[in-house]
């Protein structure tokens, strides 16, 4: 099954849920992997490396830099119902708990780089609270929050963010390119 790209007509709404259902779908297979090898040792280093890198660039960087930098804060200067408005003040306040999660799975993928298959079983164990993580986020903003709040926005606002979207996606390709050459040079 392929995710469909952020299309030209896609919603805001929309293209955040697709990347959600990405993201689900990782969750899914780590949760599967890791569910195999409970103490981290019989766990394939190339998904572990995967599952890093994918939290680490798509979910946070590409990811989340939608929800938080763009539209959230765009939702952030309108009226907002007290319902609507106390979600959004739970998504944005998960960045603190997001950052901590990631320093600790980054730091265990330096460990597991650095010391081999023994230190494998702390980024397994990252990483299962990552999921544990993004289950949640994914829950409320999928059901709570996203498709209701774009009433907020008109068309033109709508627009305006879909394009900084691609332009957030389009940098990133590129960077994400640059360091796959720059690995095997
Ligand atoms: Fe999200």
């Known amino acids: 099954m392929e995710e469909k790209a952020v299309s030209e007509d896609a919603s805001v709404a929309g293209a955040l849920i697709m990347e959600h259902k990405l993201i689900e779908r990782m969750i899914r297979v780590l949760s ?3 569910a195999a090898g409970q103490n981290g040792e019989t766990i394939a280093v190339g998904l572990l490396a995967a599952g890093v890198d994918f939290f680490n660039v798509y979910a946070d960087r590409c990811h989340h830099a939608k929800e938080d930098n763009i539209l959230f804060r765009e939702l952030g200067r309108k009226p907002l119902s007290p319902e609507h408005k106390k979600v959004l ?4 306040g998960e960045r603190h708990e997001r950052r901590i999660l990631l320093d600790a799975l980054l730091a265990a993928d330096e460990r597991r780089k650095a010391h081999g298959p023994r230190e494998n079983a702390p980024v397994v164990d990252a990483l299962k609270a990552m999921c544990k993580f993004y289950r949640a ?16 926005l008109s068309r ?3 627009a305006l963010i879909l394009d900084k979207f691609r332009r957030l996606d389009s940098i990133l390709l590129k960077e ?3 360091r796959q050459v720059e690995y095997f040079e």
């Open 89 to 92: 003040d739970e998504l944005t």
């Open 137 to 152: 986020h994914i829950e409320k903003a999928d059901n709570h929050f996203l498709p209701s709040a774009m009433s907020y």
């Open 156 to 158: 033109e606002e709508e």
């Open 176 to 178: 994400n390119c640059s």
């Open 32 to 34: 599967r992997e890791t």
